[in-house]
């Protein structure tokens, strides 16, 4: 039984070495950086204090007018517990890898982190204009800027790329939105204002390029 055992272990833990290896590197970098951070700050604290958040980097739009402007950064990297990097990483490992095979490491990056960007300037827009302030972090404004991108590259590609087609990753976005409209603790604005810059950013710096370069297996 131990020996079998043994041999189920290995077997695993070349699977997911392949699984690993096989993945883009920006992609795979971003989210080793969050799982990082995610755990240093569980060893530190609590993740799911919200005070405790706040003081390491947490978005929060009052601090923000009055400054802060490192905080539109640094929540992007922050997550409210394991479930929440879980759900946002599960979903990042395979739709990032998904656009840094078709734009290159370079334009991931910025499509990425300008999306993310863009959607917490939107969130503390927001907050600022209706006087609804809350502590927000997490990636999901990112990761809704790389399904904004796919969202422009399929559209694009007319329709359809590699496995991905217009109609799935729009009904994707979509229901990530109406799940956050109706659960209580989202960040709304940050996940239209990244979805709205991904498909932006996608249009403006893959324009020009050529549809067989986006075409996938």
Known sequence: MKKFQRRGRRRDMEELKDFIRSREKANLIIVAVNILVFLVMSIVGDTEDT???????????????????????????????????????????????????????????????????????????????????????????????????????????KGRLGDYSRRRLILMAALSVLQGLTAGGVDNCAHIGGVVAGFLLALVLCFRTKISEFEID
């Not at 929060?60 to 929440?84: C, K, N, W």
């Not at 917490?120 to 502590?135: E, K, M, Q, Y």
């Not at 997490?138 to 809704?144: D, E, M, Y």
Request: with cysteine.
């Open 51 to 157: 005070q405790f958040m706040l003081a390491h980097g947490a978005e929060f739009a009052p601090l923000v007018a009055q400054g802060e402007y490192y905080r539109l950064v640094t929540s992007m990297f922050l997550h409210f517990g394991i479930d929440h990097l879980f759900s946002n990483m599960l979903v990042l490992i395979f739709l990032g890898d998904a656009l840094e095979e078709c734009v290159g490491k370079l334009r991931y990056l910025l499509i990425y982190l300008g999306g993310g960007l863009a959607g917490n300037i939107v969130s503390v827009w927001f907050a600022l204009r209706t006087g609804d302030f809350a502590v927000s972090a997490g990636a999901s404004g990112a990761v809704f800027a790389v399904i904004g991108a796919l969202i422009f590259l399929v559209i694009r590609n």
